[in-house]
């Protein structure tokens, strides 16, 4: 598995896809803050504006544009700049639209040709997962004409998720959801691959010295890694790999190994029905007692308490 599928699958990201929307001039809507989750919009037809920070331009969502707000935070979405201090709560729009959650979500001025459509939803995690990727992401990924970006395929699946979005037609509904999972992945790999601006954390996924120590231990989380090795892996010195790290991801090498071990642990944990001593050795360990102390660092009890308390 490549390392940007690798982290995602231990994030345990869903997708929920809420509606299509056709809003017609003059509207503007305010979406309420939303803990662990990273919302997205995709101008499918039409063209509006998006204000994730009061500080901040508002950013032009251009029809075939997507944005994510990977944290959740409320922002306003408005067709004109006149509209966007008379944002009425999103709840509100549902409830006046009589939207019931399935079909498109119609809303704005009848008969005017100013019409914008959005494929709306959210992708979660768990939240419990920490990883660096999560943390460093900006405040939002905004990619124009996101569909030729990411490449043909992914044109046709953003027209497949419209046209199911917009449909009552049997299974819709799972088809326009498990396509929209997709698009996180994919969003976050065309961001590293073709901005050339990234800094901090995303930078580092992208810088190739880094970017090999990490393949490396994703490949191989169990391994006792030294600095040297990693450093003989990415191909340069130890001191040069510990900057990067450090610089970049904030992170030690060895450091990010043990985060990401406790990831897997914590996952295993709850997924299988290994012992505590199977899941400690498939990680690294082979002291038990060794990886309790680790583990209650990183979560606050045992490695048996917590598969207890999630269980219940």
């Known amino acids: 598995m490549d390392l940007l599928s690798d982290i995602l699958s231990q ?10 929307t056709s809003f017609t001039s003059p509207w503007s809507v305010r979406v309420p803050a939303f803990e662990q989750v990273a919302r997205f919009h995709f101008a499918y037809r039409g063209r509006c504006l998006v204000r994730v920070r009061p500080e901040q331009p508002p950013v032009p969502l251009e029809q075939g544009d997507l944005i994510i707000i990977p944290r959740g935070a409320s922002h306003k979405l408005f067709c004109d700049p006149t509209t966007e201090e008379l944002a009425v709560q999103l709840d509100q729009v549902v409830e006046e639209s009589g939207f019931s959650g399935h079909g498109t979500l119609v809303y704005g001025e009848p008969g005017t040709h100013h019409e914008t459509q959005l494929i709306c939803g959210h992708f979660a995690f768990d939240t419990a997962v920490r990883h660096p990727l999560l943390d460093g992401l900006p405040d939002y990924i905004h990619i124009a004409n996101y569909g030729q970006k990411a490449g043909s395929w992914m044109e046709g699946t953003l027209k497949i998720i419209g046209a199911e979005a917009a449909q ?3 299974g819709s509904d799972l088809i326009a959801l498990k396509l929209s999972e997709i698009i996180f992945a994919q969003a976050l790999r065309t961001y590293i691959e073709t901005e050339a601006d990234m ?21 191989r989380p169990a391994h006792s890694w030294t600095l040297q090795q990693l450093a003989s892996t990415a191909g340069v ?5 510990a900057n990067r790290f450090n610089h970049l991801l904030k992170l030690t090498p060895m450091g990010y190994i043990t985060q990401w ?29 060794a990886f309790g102390r680790v583990f209650k660092k990183y979560f606050d009890v045992g490695p048996a308490t917590y598969r207890r308390q999630r269980a219940a």
């Open 11 to 20: 994030l345990q990201l869903t997708g929920t896809l809420y509606f299509r």
């Open 168 to 170: 009552e037609n049997l």
């Open 199 to 219: 800094a901090g954390t995303l930078a580092g996924f992208a810088d190739p010295a880094i970017s090999k120590a990490l393949r490396a231990i994703h490949d």
């Open 237 to 241: 010195s130890r001191t040069l790999l």
């Open 261 to 289: 071990r406790m990831q897997l642990a914590r996952r295993r944990l709850l997924t299988s029905s290994q012992t505590i001593i199977e899941i400690a050795e498939s990680v690294g360990y082979q002291s038990e007692a």
